[in-house]
T-cell receptor, first 115, second 111 residues
Framework: DAGVTQSPTHLIKTRGQQVTLRCSPK?????VSWYQQALGQGPQFIFQ???????QRGNFPDRFSGHQFPNYSSELNVNALLLGDSALYLC??????????????FGSGTRLTVV | GNSVTQMEGPVTLSEEAFLTINCTYT??????LFWYVQYPGEGLQLLLK?????DKGSNKGFEATYRKETTSFHLEKGSVQVSDSAVYFC??????????FGTGTSLTVIP
């Protein structure tokens, strides 16, 4: 049973460019959350998608947007990249009905470097 | 608001030593508490959890007790192994929709 799959694993972008990161949730999961983990820091919540809609959002600017597809997979888009966007981006999937956060599965992340 | 504060690292221990990583939290409601572990180049793995006051989570020799009176969830292990070397994150979730993580504590165990 595949867990959460993220692609690509690494990428390098230039300031001002746009980037799209992809996530396939664990089989049976219907909810996808995205987190940003800066070097030496804990993950910070970006947003969560369920039923193809953004349900909750953390303290991130509108440059960060997302999408969820009918097959529950998700994309994270970041526009007008800044050097400070360099981080590990983690995708986590879960089943909406699961209470208390204990059913989350995290992917291995996409390492984004902005130069 | 919700936040988690955990012990600064890095922590270096000899094999078979006792481990404690301190974690305290601030929450507006009645959160669930978690410890996650991150090995180099990997994502987060759930180590243990507790969903209400006085619950003890345990896994692979690690333990943590949800202490509402001290708003703490300290991680302990009686005898660490080299394979325990990783970064440990304390986290809370109030609704299940969002995690609040601490900054992480790096543990290195030397033979």
């Amino acid at each position: 049973d595949a867990g959460v799959t993220q692609s690509p694993t690494h990428l390098i972008k230039t300031r001002g460019q746009q980037v799209t990161l992809r996530c396939s949730p664990k089989s049976g999961h219907d909810t996808v959350s995205w987190y940003q983990q800066a070097l030496g820091q804990g993950p910070q919540f970006i947003f969560q998608y369920y039923e193809e809609e953004e349900r909750q959002r953390g303290n991130f600017p509108d440059r960060f947007s997302g999408h969820q597809f009918p097959n529950y997979s998700s994309e994270l888009n970041v526009n007008a990249l800044l050097l400070g966007d360099s981080a590990l981006y983690l995708c986590a999937s879960s089943l909406k009905v699961t209470a208390g956060g204990s059913g989350y599965t995290f992917g291995s992340g996409t390492r984004l470097t902005v130069v | 608001g919700n936040s988690v504060t955990q012990m600064e690292g890095p922590v270096t221990l000899s094999e078979e030593a006792f481990l404690t990583i301190n974690c305290t939290y601030t929450a507006t409601g009645y959160p669930s508490l978690f410890w996650y572990v991150q090995y180099p180049g990997e994502g987060l793995q759930l180590l243990l959890k507790a969903t209400k006051a006085d619950d003890k989570g345990s896994n692979k020799g690690f333990e943590a007790t949800y202490r509402k009176e001290t708003t703490s969830f300290h991680l302990e292990k009686g005898s660490v192994q080299v394979s325990d070397s990783a970064v440990y994150f304390c986290a809370l979730s109030d609704t299940g929709n969002q995690f609040y993580f601490g900054t992480g504590t790096s543990l290195t165990v030397i033979p």
